[in-house]
């Protein structure tokens, strides 16, 4: 098994993901804080998305990147997804009296 960018980009979002949540959930039990289901799902996704993050800022300067990666609409579509949930759970908050 060879590591090149399509293949580090599929394995990533997942290793991210579950180590922010790994490590969030360490910390909220340690602190006897409690975790919800909807701060995982929130860390999961932010986690998961970094590297989709990392990837469209280098496409940014060279955009060739991007056609490398043979699932890159899956991958945007997910950090659409990240984005739109973010703002709307920001306007939620920001809002609430």
């Given at each position: 098994?060879?590591?090149d960018l399509?293949t580090?980009?599929?394995?990533?979002p997942?290793?991210?993901?579950?180590?922010?949540?790994l490590?969030?959930?360490?910390?909220?039990?340690l602190?006897s804080?409690?975790?919800?289901?909807?701060?995982?799902?929130?860390?999961?996704?932010t986690g998961?998305?970094f590297?989709?993050?990392?990837?469209?800022i280098f496409?940014?300067?060279?955009?060739?990147?991007l056609?490398?990666?043979s699932?890159?609409?899956?991958y945007?579509?997910?950090?659409?997804?990240?984005v739109?949930y973010?703002?709307?759970?920001t306007?939620?908050?920001?809002?609430?009296?």
């Open positions: 098994m060879t590591f399509n580090c980009i599929k394995v990533s997942v290793v991210c993901g579950l180590i922010v949540m490590t969030v959930w360490g910390y909220r039990a602190k804080k409690p975790v919800t289901v909807e701060d995982m799902f929130v860390v999961g996704i998961s998305s590297p989709s993050g990392v990837l469209f496409a940014a300067f060279d955009s060739s990147m056609v490398k990666v699932e890159a609409p899956v945007i579509g997910i950090a659409g997804c990240a739109l973010i703002t709307g759970k306007v939620r908050e920001k809002t609430k009296a």
